[in-house]
Each structure stands twice: as structure tokens, then as C-alpha cells.
């Protein structure tokens, strides 16, 4: 009966050490719940080392042995909890800049907006001019904000915008003139139908800028519909970095 006690002990300490790893690579709780749940454990272990040391016949080396590894565990609790307390930090900070600095970088692609775009067309000058001014954003200092993924979005968009500045001439709605072509339905559809054209490939795709009659709403637009689809995952990227697209809990 005793030697299970101790087995059980030991056990109980080498979970609190598992727990803590396993919080400290990614744990599910919050850091408050955690370091609450392994505090409770941690005193769990130092009450059962209590109760055995009353016990005879045991010896006095197992309760020694046991009260060490409290010891440990109790140690081990507090640095992981002071530990997750600095990322937890660090983490809304990074957080409270990236709300600061992300409504900037998106702005500078408002001349793709499917709604009230600030201007009646877009020509490769206006891809110069917004990819200038994300390159200004990013290296005054909202590149050191970004994850890996909103980041690999931004250079997708970035350079996609370079090809585009250099092409002759752009397939582009005109507004108001093409306003009835262009909604959320309709750039999903010929999203859809330019799907067999590799449209998630930056290098390439073709920046013709030849319109013919015969072509349909995804050809006419075909190149306002690719770069309007970067700016849109881009954007998305960066609600994911912040989490605002999901509703308060």
C-alpha cells in the first residue's frame, strides 16, 4: 500500500513537469487557468508527502526524496508561471501595435476596392503608386509586426503589383461605367472561372491588357479580379494575426 502511495507520487510529480512543458510549447488553457491548475496539483504533492511522513515504517529517505521533488515541482510551477506572464506580455504588445499599424497597409490598397474605388480605373502608375506606399509601411516599421503568414501575403501582393507597373495596359473595370459588373457575387464567380488559369501564381500570370469583344466578364477584368483577390488575402492574414474576425466570446 505504501510503495503505491510513492508510486503514485512520483507520478504525480512527473505530470506537473509534463504540464508545464506541454503549456510552455502551446497550451490550450489560458495562462491564468494553467498556472492555477498546477499550483493546486503542487500542493496536492506537498499534502501527500505530509501525510505519508506520518506514517510508520517508512523510511525516512522515500519522505526525504519525496519532499525534494516538491520542492522541485513548487519551483518549477513558479518559473513556468513568471515565464508565461513575460510572453503573455510581449504577446499583447505585439498585438496592441499590430491594431495600430495594420489599418495602414490596408489603405493603400483602396484603389482595388469593389465599392466607391477612389478613382474611375487603375492603370500600372496606380500599382507603382501602391506598391510604393506599402513599401513605405512596411519599412517604417510595420514589416516587424507581421507573421509569417500575412507576411508571405504582403510580398505575394507586393510583387504582383511590380509586374503589373510594368505591363502596357491593364483588364480593369471602369467606373461607374462597369460598377454593375463588379460585387462580391460576381468577382467570386470570375474568381471561379479563372481558376484553370493558375490564378494563385504570381510569376505567371499575364498582363496583356488586351481586351477583345468576345471576352466575358472574368476575361475583361481578369486582371483587376487577380490582384483584387491578393489585396482580399492579404487582408485576411492580417484579421488573423489580430483575431477580429470572430465575434466577441
Request: glycine share 8%; proline share 4%.
Amino acid at each position: 500500500m505504501k510503495l503505491a502511495r510513492v508510486s503514485s507520487l512520483v507520478m504525480l510529480f512527473l505530470w506537473i513537469a509534463l504540464a508545464c512543458n506541454r503549456a510552455a510549447t502551446g497550451q490550450p488553457l489560458p495562462v491564468a487557468a494553467e498556472s492555477r491548475k498546477n499550483e493546486l496539483e503542487v500542493r496536492k504533492l506537498e499534502l501527500e508527502v505530509a501525510a505519508l511522513s506520518d506514517e510508520k515504517h517508512v523510511p525516512v529517505w522515500v519522505t526525504g526524496v519525496l519532499g525534494f521533488l516538491g520542492g522541485v515541482a513548487g519551483t518549477v510551477v513558479t518559473v513556468w508561471g513568471a515565464r508565461r506572464a513575460r510572453i503573455g506580455a510581449l504577446d499583447q504588445a505585439v498585438h496592441e501595435k499590430r491594431i495600430e499599424s495594420y489599418a495602414g497597409l490596408v489603405t493603400t490598397s483602396a484603389p482595388l476596392a469593389l465599392c466607391f474605388p477612389p478613382g474611375a480605373s487603375i492603370c500600372p502608375n496606380d500599382c507603382r503608386a501602391m506598391g510604393e506606399a506599402m513599401r513605405a509601411w512596411y519599412f517604417n516599421g510595420g514589416g516587424l509586426l507581421m507573421s509569417t503568414a500575412s507576411r508571405d501575403a504582403y510580398f505575394r501582393l507586393a510583387r504582383a503589383l511590380t509586374r503589373a507597373w510594368f505591363a502596357t495596359e491593364l483588364r480593369v473595370p471602369i467606373f461607374p461605367d462597369d460598377a454593375i459588373h463588379i460585387s462580391v457575387p460576381a468577382v467570386d464567380q470570375y474568381r471561379r472561372d479563372l481558376a484553370g488559369l493558375d490564378i494563385d501564381n504570381v510569376e505567371t500570370w499575364g498582363f496583356d491588357g488586351q481586351v477583345r469583344e468576345s471576352d466575358t466578364g472574368s476575361q475583361r477584368f481578369r486582371d483587376f479580379v487577380f490582384l483584387q483577390k491578393l489585396t482580399s488575402t492579404l487582408r485576411t492574414e492580417l484579421c488573423t494575426d489580430l483575431h477580429s474576425r470572430r465575434r466577441p466570446s
